[in-house]
């Protein structure tokens, strides 16, 4: 069975589609780098049709022991033993993460809505974002980065929600890194577009807008790879472009 | 268009942006060369890897 496919959105856009609980890992080379940008555009499709952000939500429920990391979603950056980026997991027990596995629809903060579907830990709101070392969670998460993804797209703004990471360190053979990721009204959108193209990319990783941060925190291992998981049955993540972009 | 990103990005280092224009329509597995980036300065795409969790 397949992984993922490929699907044409629109005209302009052609999407890749992460099956039912695949990831893809995308390794990049950007050496020396010491503000180093990246961003995606993503949206939500059902499981079964590849145009349906309908009917998604779901619940992958925490027993009172722990769920493994495959039952949360993780997008963002990784390295070997490393991710920074968005998750709904929480360590610090590498194999056991507590709390519900959840996907709910919401309005664009953390409250009850039908624009956008918002993925959550079911024990608290903030856990949506964080630094992992070695499956642990290392570092503060901050409150206010919650992502939305597209349910209604005229209201949300568009179809496709872009998401980014700004990873900071002081110099290029350092393993500290600090995360920026923009916060607003517990929101780390940083955009919605029916043209989720490379340009609108560029543009938005050019200027980094406000922010919370991530870290610093000493890693194990630099990033290198983006990282895309999607833990949930009833929906699969869809994938539209993304970039890179070294600011210095 | 990378001579047009070039220009505009003026003083950036380095990038690379990929979406799937050029990516047949079909399915995906394993190991894959997804091609269409458009980079400049020393950062690249390597050869994406797909799979799945149980």
């Given at each position: 069975m397949a992984d993922a496919q490929v699907f044409q959105k629109t005209p302009a856009d052609k999407v890749i589609i992460l099956n039912v609980r695949a990831f893809e890992i995308h390794p990049f080379l950007a050496p020396d780098w010491l503000d180093l940008r990246v961003g995606f555009f993503l949206s939500l499709t059902s499981e079964a049709g590849n145009d349906d952000p309908a009917a998604l939500a779901e619940t992958i429920p925490d027993d009172g022991r722990g769920l493994p990391a495959q039952e949360h979603y993780f997008i963002g950056v990784g390295g070997d033993n490393v991710f920074i980026g968005f998750s709904n997991a929480t360590g610090p027990d590498p194999t056991n993460y507590k709390g519900d596995s959840m996907l709910v629809s919401s309005d664009a903060g953390i409250g009850v809505g039908t624009d956008f579907w918002r993925p959550k830990n079911g024990d608290n709101d903030r856990i949506t974002a964080g630094i992992f070392d070695r499956g642990r969670l290392i570092g503060s998460t901050p409150l206010g980065l919650q992502q939305h993804f597209p349910q209604n797209p005229v209201a949300a703004g568009g179809y496709a929600v872009m998401l980014g990471l700004q990873l900071l360190r002081d110099?290029?053979?350092?393993?500290?890194i600090r995360a920026m990721i923009k916060s607003d009204a517990n929101s780390a959108d940083m955009a919605y577009s029916d043209t989720p193209t490379l340009d609108v990319i560029r543009t938005q990783l050019e200027t980094w807008p406000p922010s919370q941060q991530l870290g610093p925190v000493t890693l194990s291992n630099v990033p290198n790879r983006f990282y895309f998981y999607w833990p949930f049955r009833q929906s699969r993540l869809r994938i539209h472009s993304y970039g890179i972009l070294k600011a210095k | 268009m990378l001579r047009l990103l070039k220009g505009i990005f003026g003083t950036v280092e380095a990038y690379a942006l990929l979406d799937f224009e050029a990516v047949p329509i079909g399915d995906l597995t394993g190991t894959v060369q997804l091609g269409g980036e458009v980079d400049a300065g020393n950062c690249r795409f390597e050869t994406a890897q797909f799979g799945s969790r149980t």
């Open positions: 110099n290029p053979s350092s393993r500290t | -």
